[in-house]
């Protein structure tokens, strides 16, 4: 089965510094792996994906993730933030197969970004 | 672009009331889902379909129900609301060749 850790659920940078939000995963299949983030009182919008192309993957907004298949994680980075990165970022992983192509996602990392 | 559009934004409901959350999706999607979102517990799938008149449970369908009768839209049906369904509930879609999901914009419900 499919699982998803999210390790923080609260991270605070300064504006300008590096952002790292970690995501570590478990899959019995190879998996697709997924960024979404989510403004306050909005849906979901998908930031970056990794589906077994090259592994590190670039998304927007100057985000990126890396796959570790050694490691098992698929760690966010994003080399300096900004006012506007404030969100709550989400990690999911699919490849459970079938039709329904169900994700699994990780309980959330809320970004706080100081001025 | 993926549109996916839910009936309303906020919503406020009394206890027992019968409720009716809609999603509308317009990219032809074979798949959609409802979420519910809590604080601490990240998205839990209520139900899903992947065609029309198809509906498969998730993690928490105990309260709820779901109607798929056009491929575009689906229904996530409250038979009679309790204040522990008052939630973010988050609707997708997805097509059966690609993996991610787009998301409505969400509708906050309060069952009071």
């Known amino acids: 089965a499919q699982s998803v850790t999210q390790l923080g659920s609260h991270v605070s940078v300064s504006e300008g510094a590096l952002v790292l939000l970690r995501c570590n995963y478990s899959s019995s299949v190879p998996p697709y792996l997924f960024w979404y983030v989510q403004y306050p009182n909005q849906g979901l919008q998908l930031l970056l994906k990794y589906t077994s192309a090259a592994t590190l993957v670039k998304g927007i907004n100057g985000f990126e993730a890396e796959f570790k298949k050694s490691e098992t994680s698929f760690h966010l980075t994003k080399p300096s933030a900004h006012m506007s990165d404030a969100a709550e970022y989400f990690c999911?992983?699919?490849?459970?197969?079938?039709?329904?192509?169900?994700?699994?996602f990780g309980t959330g990392t809320l970004l706080a970004v100081q001025p | 672009d993926v549109k996916v559009t839910q009936s309303s934004r906020y919503l406020v409901k009394r206890t027992g009331e019968k409720v009716f959350l809609e999603c509308v999706q317009d990219m032809d999607h074979e798949n959609m889902f409802w979420y519910r979102q809590d604080p601490g517990l990240g998205l839990r799938l209520i139900y899903f379909s992947y065609d029309v008149k198809m509906k498969e449970k998730g993690d928490i369908p105990e309260g709820y129900s779901v109607s798929r009768e056009k491929k575009e839209r689906f229904s996530l049906i409250l038979e009679s609301a309790s204040t522990n369904q008052t939630s973010m509930y988050l609707c997708?879609?997805?097509?059966?060749?690609?993996?991610?999901?787009?998301f409505g914009p969400g509708t906050r419900l309060t069952v009071t």
């Open positions: 997708a879609s997805s097509s059966l060749i690609l993996y991610e999901q787009y």
């Open positions: 999911a992983v699919s490849g459970g197969g079938g039709a329904t192509n169900k994700l699994i």
